[in-house]
């Protein structure tokens, strides 16, 4: 089996050996009875591998977690975290594995790592498992993410182990398989800036430029340029969540990616209607990570990360603060340019002004529009017919009101700026009810309804008969939309 499963993915590990002191080597927890729920056959073979070997008997293995290939020593990554605000200096994979890095088909380094593989050291009380619906959460969310064309870390599959997990009930667990540009945290820092070991933060500084960021190496000062560089793709990557309307839930300094993809998919819903207000898991009482305050969290958690770069950004502590402070401070400037321009293209103008973006959104606000279907009847509305996005509005006036300013705006060729638009406002998001039902058939044994509903979102923008139901929000019998952490 060794040999089978090591012909399937050639491993590297850069960074267990170039920084050991953040990883603890860990052995995997096989599974009783594993079994492919769902694989990623496009995935597979951006990884370089056949899909149909990962489901034969040496690659359930490697995905359940049931044999480390030869030559693989998996460890478990140390990272600290903000919890809510509340630091912890110990968090690190309680319940995941690192197996080790694939060069993709294009040279890129990718993790392949798992989740929901067995207690580790840092497991503190937790049973190092996860269970099949949130795992095939996090598969869904993320497949619907990268379609939509945002950053993300996506599931290779997702293995039932055929094991029970107790959690409120006891439910069925799962192994998921992750990959990542690469899993280093804000909290990857903030535990290296909290160790004794000389030096730490500089390695990690180091291996995360030459992974991510290698131009930074030659910038004058290269460790504020890379702190720059993480700010930038942050900014980009939680504007573009926001103009989709996905609010992440959980958005601690070790759920936040330093390559800037989105990560860690536990509580994260969509918005329906536009409330900035809008928040959905059940552990966020104060609303710290509601969808209009993402933007702020993030620049939050990056002034977390700044703080453990003062020390190589400059000798001077004076002279680091100023130069870590002005960076950080530019997130509110780039977040602005990357939504501005992402919103202006969402309503097919070239540029959208505060007061027409203003008084739209207080519009979607005040008539509890849904954001999804406003943007993409607004496109029909450009075609001439404005009926779709009228009747959005309970009191449709004031909306006529708006249009007359915003079509005063749009280039004259209404065919190409309708395609445009309907090229970046979907149709299909992961609606929430759909969610619930597909991964309760799940978690019940019937994977018809998930796997549906991960090929309608596949195609996202792409309008198609018969899946109407697919592209409207949840009736109002569905009641308040709850989710929770994936543990
Ligand atoms: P998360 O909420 O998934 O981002 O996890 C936060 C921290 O809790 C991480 O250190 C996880 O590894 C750990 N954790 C979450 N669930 C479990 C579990 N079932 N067993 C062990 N550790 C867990
Ligand atoms: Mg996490």
Not at 77 to 95: C, I, K, M, N, T
Request: proline share 6%; aromatic share 8%.
């Amino acid at each position: 089996m060794s040999i089978a499963t090591r012909a399937l993915f050639e491993f590297d590990d850069s960074y267990a050996r170039e920084l050991p002191s953040l990883s603890v080597p860990w052995r995997v927890t096989p599974v009783p009875a594993p079994r492919v729920l769902v694989l990623n056959g496009e995935l597979a073979e951006e990884l370089g591998v056949e899909a149909h070997l990962l489901s034969e008997s040496a690659g359930v293995a490697l995905l359940a977690g049931n044999a480390a290939p030869d030559g693989v020593s998996p460890v478990a990554q140390a990272y600290s975290g903000h919890q809510f605000g509340g630091y912890v200096p110990r968090l690190g994979d309680g319940r995941a594995l690192l197996l080790g890095e694939v060069l993709d088909r294009r040279g890129r380094r990718r993790d392949l790592h798992l989740k929901g593989s067995g207690r580790t050291p840092f497991a503190r009380g937790g049973d190092g498992k996860a269970a099949v619906g949130p795992m095939l959460r996090e598969y869904l969310m993320g497949e619907a993410m990268h379609a939509l064309g945002i950053p993300t870390t996506r599931a290779l599959a997702v293995v039932a182990t055929g094991e029970t997990v107790a959690r409120e009930t006891a439910l069925p667990g799962a192994v998921l398989s992750r990959v990542a540009a690469s899993h280093l945290r804000v909290g990857t820092f903030q535990y290296a800036a909290s160790s004794v070991e000389p030096g730490l933060v500089r390695k990690l500084a180091d291996y995360a430029i030459a992974r991510h960021y290698p131009d930074a190496a030659g910038a004058p000062n290269p460790y504020l340029e890379f702190y720059r560089r993480v700010i930038d793709a942050q900014a980009s990557l939680v504007a573009r969540w926001m103009l989709v309307g996905f609010i992440h839930g959980v958005m601690n300094t070790d759920n936040m990616a330093i390559s800037g993809q989105t990560i860690d998919y536990g509580p994260c819903a969509f918005m329906d209607s536009f409330s900035p207000a809008t928040v959905f898991s059940s552990i966020d009482h104060a609303g710290r990570y509601a969808y209009g305050n993402q933007p702020v969290m993030a620049q939050w958690n990056l002034a977390r990360l700044g703080e453990t770069l003062l020390p190589l950004i400059d000798e001077s502590v004076d002279a680091a603060v100023e130069g870590a402070t002005e960076a950080v401070n530019s997130f509110a400037e780039r977040y602005d340019t990357y939504l501005t321009s992402g919103t202006a293209a969402k309503l097919g103008v070239h540029d959208a002004d505060r007061s027409l973006v203003g008084e739209l959104l207080a519009l979607l606000e005040s008539q509890r529009v849904d954001w999804t279907l406003f943007f993409r009847a607004l496109s029909e509305w450009v075609r001439g017919r404005p009926e779709p996005a009228r009747s959005l509005f309970a009191e449709p006036g004031a909306f006529d009101v708006w249009v007359e300013r915003w079509q005063a705006r749009f280039s004259s060729d209404r065919h190409a700026v309708a395609a445009a638009m309907d090229r970046i406002n979907p149709v299909y998001i992961p609606r929430n009810h759909r969610v619930e039902e597909a991964l309760s058939a799940a978690t019940e044994g019937d994977m018809a309804p998930f796997d549906r509903l991960v090929e309608v979102l596949a195609r996202p923008f792409d309008e198609r008969p018969g899946l109407e139901a697919y592209a409207h929000p949840a009736p109002a019998s569905f009641g308040r939309h709850i989710t929770y952490c994936g543990t």
